[in-house]
């Protein structure tokens, strides 16, 4: 009785000891996660930018249209838009150096291109452009 438990436990601890080796990740997908991460909410922040930058120029010019605004509520206005644009080089220049770091690193680890990691990285590259259209004021 006592050898049917010792071999249950031993064959617990060896499967335990599988299970940790096969889950245990290659560092290089860890970065993968990280990478496209990065880029994914810069991207995101960009679009933010330009969303608000087109919010602002629309309260701006109601700001114009109302007659009980005066030339310093416009002007508070105009200088909070010029701040949103500020934001927007800082940003690009971010998400450029996030999208060649994680070019490098889709096109250095090709032996993983096969995970998904690595698929959801380069879907990534495709969906988060370097070259940015901002949306048209509406």
Do not use: W
């Not at 998400?95 to 680890?109: C, G, M, P």
């Amino acid at each position: 009785h006592f050898g049917k438990r010792f071999e249950v436990e031993v064959l617990f601890t060896i499967l335990s000891a599988i299970f940790c080796l096969y889950t245990m990740a290659d560092p290089r997908l860890r970065q993968f996660k990280i990478k496209t991460g990065v880029l994914k909410r810069l991207g995101k922040e960009r679009e933010v930018n330009y969303k608000e930058i087109a919010l602002q120029e629309k309260r701006i010019q109601q700001y114009k249209d109302d007659p009980s605004r005066d030339e310093y509520d416009v002007r508070k206005q105009g200088e909070v838009l010029d701040e949103c644009k500020m934001m927007i080089p800082d940003t690009q220049r971010r998400l450029e150096a996030a999208h060649k770091d994680l070019s490098q690193l889709v096109a250095d680890e090709q032996d993983l291109a096969e995970t998904d990691e690595h698929k959801a990285a380069a879907a990534m590259l495709e969906n988060v452009t370097i070259a940015h259209t901002p949306p048209a004021a509406s």
